[in-house]
């Protein structure tokens, strides 16, 4: 007689272990004994590096301040600061005490500051001597007031702000023995808080768990490839999905690599460091990259050493693609995403000059589909738009091991932008049989002109293949006859100079503008607004558009 036994499989201890010991900090923590002595942190300023096992001594010194100083799991640690080494320190001590660490804009109004406070009510507040006074209107402002502000000075030659107490003061005295917290953070657990750009106003809080962070950091281990070997220098600011997550902290020092803080970008400061250091990977906006291209043009430097160079924030133009690859390096890269769940296309060195302007097909974990537009509902995913590079449609994207599907206090923006598991972005795109997609604006952006839709992106990217154009922003202005009117505001690459009526002769002729698309007025600026990683500020234009026409700041070229 045979007896029937039957199988159990007993997932207990693999969950157990996965939930609780899964997280980033863990992560990290590998590199302080595995690669204790490699440079893990050069700050180029200060002439001081830090490897592995000293980045997280002083980790544990900030980590024992803040425990003496009441914080604990899920309390907030709100940070406005620039690239710099105590960024690094900000970033991780928190995690080892379950807390949230949560970066903000240095370039946030104090008013706007203020909001954000409140929004996320932090325990702890640190801040950069740069923004002092910015930083204390917005402490006065706000309603919510932290129990404790810290002033980071990198150079030692600024006071707190009344009640605050300096960094070095804050963590005086304090060991560097790992903190005792027993499996402080769990997989679910929000460990990095970031805010939207706000590229259509108000910035959003987007919660980050364990997961995101770790599969943000696989995505660019992986993308780039990047190896413990590697040495990166990001050249936007820390605060933005892309600069923390694109070969910024989080995924350099999970994988041991070493990182070079890039406080404000300068071009000649950049190259420098990438020959002094040997950088292997560069990460910035095409604006950046053309800035390094005049740079070694004039000054040229041996970066024999890099590997690679990743762009965001902006559309990967061809003929600017094309410097680049001929300036810098060949291994060009563009990743495409947003604060919600980071990059999610990325167009590589194989698929260049060829497929420059789109933004490459999805990554590997993530699924993305151009879905049909409506105005009172959300499309189905499966509501694809043709793939014939014509049909204009939203970028939706499902990446479930980096996004957490969640703002922080906005239940209604989260059920607009969240459906069945897919991000619905809010940019406008098409795509082709390969699925490669190519963003042509945001919903928001776009504006209607004699009942023709307008997309601000395929007008600036023409505008852009002008030689003399070093940037640009289109937006639509109230016209009494055709309800907008088509608007450019020009910035002039250095040592160039065009005129309107030249602009709007190559717009003529360019065999890719529909005539109703020109713009018919052109106001020509020293900067546009942007976001820190790049991204063009429409709405900003828009409002300010209005108020130059009537001040007579626009040029007007041929009949509407």
Partial sequence: MTQNRQYTYDISMFQDTFENDFTYINGFMRNTHRYADRIAV???????????????????????A???????????????????????????????????????????????????????????????????????KALNTAAHKPKTVVMVDMYGTSKPIAGAVSYDQYV???????????????????????????????????????????????????????????????????????????????????????????????????????????????????????????????????????KGIVTMGAPLEQAACINFQKMLTPNIFNGYGSTEAFWNTFLRPYDLPEMAGSAGRSCTDDDMAVVNVYHDRLAEPDDHVEKNNEAVGEVIVRAATKCSFNYLNRPEETKAKYYKGWLYIGDLAKWNKEEYVTIVGRKDDMFISGGENIHPAQVEAILNEHPAVSSNLVVGTPDPRWGQVVVAYIVV????????????????????????????????????????TGKLLHYKARSQAAEDMKNGLFEKVGKI
Avoid at 73 to 88: F, G, R, S
């Fill in 42 to 64: 050069t700050c180029y300023e200060r002439d001081k590096q830090w490897t592995y096992r000293e980045l997280n001594q002083e980790c544990n010194r900030l980590a024992h």
């Fill in 66 to 136: 803040l425990m003496g100083n009441g914080v604990g799991k899920a309390d907030v640690i709100m940070y406005q600061m620039y690239n710099c080494a105590e960024w690094v320190f900000i970033y991780l001590a928190p995690q080892k005490l379950g807390a949230i660490n949560c970066p903000i804009n240095f370039r946030l109004s104090y008013g706007e500051i203020a909001t954000t406070i409140d929004d996320s009510k932090p325990k702890i507040f640190f801040y950069d001597a740069a923004d002092s006074d910015t930083v204390e």
């Fill in 172 to 306: 005086q005295n304090q060991p560097t023995t790992e903190p005792d917290v027993y499996r402080p953070t769990h997989i679910y657990d929000e460990v990095t808080r970031l805010y939207t750009s706000g590229t259509t106003g108000k910035p959003k809080g987007v919660p980050l768990n364990n997961i995101n962070e770790i599969f943000s950091a696989h995505d660019v281990i992986m993308h780039f490839p990047l190896s413990p070997m590697d040495k990166t220098l990001n050249m936007t600011p820390w605060f933005h999905r892309g600069g923390l997550y694109s070969g910024g902290p989080c995924p350099t020092l999970y994988v041991g690599g070493g990182l070079v803080p890039l406080r404000h970008f300068n071009a000649a400061t950049v190259l420098t460091l990438a020959e002094k250091y040997g950088i292997n990977f560069l990460i910035g906006a095409p604006v950046t990259l053309s800035a390094l291209c005049d740079e070694q043009t004039r000054n040229p430097r041996d970066l024999s050493r890099l």
């Fill in 493 to 532: 690459r250095s040592g160039n100079s065009v005129t309107a009526k030249e602009l709007d002769e190559f717009c003529v002729q360019h065999p890719m503008l529909a005539n109703y698309k020109r713009p018919r007025y052109y106001c020509f600026v020293d900067q546009l607004p942007m976001t820190a």
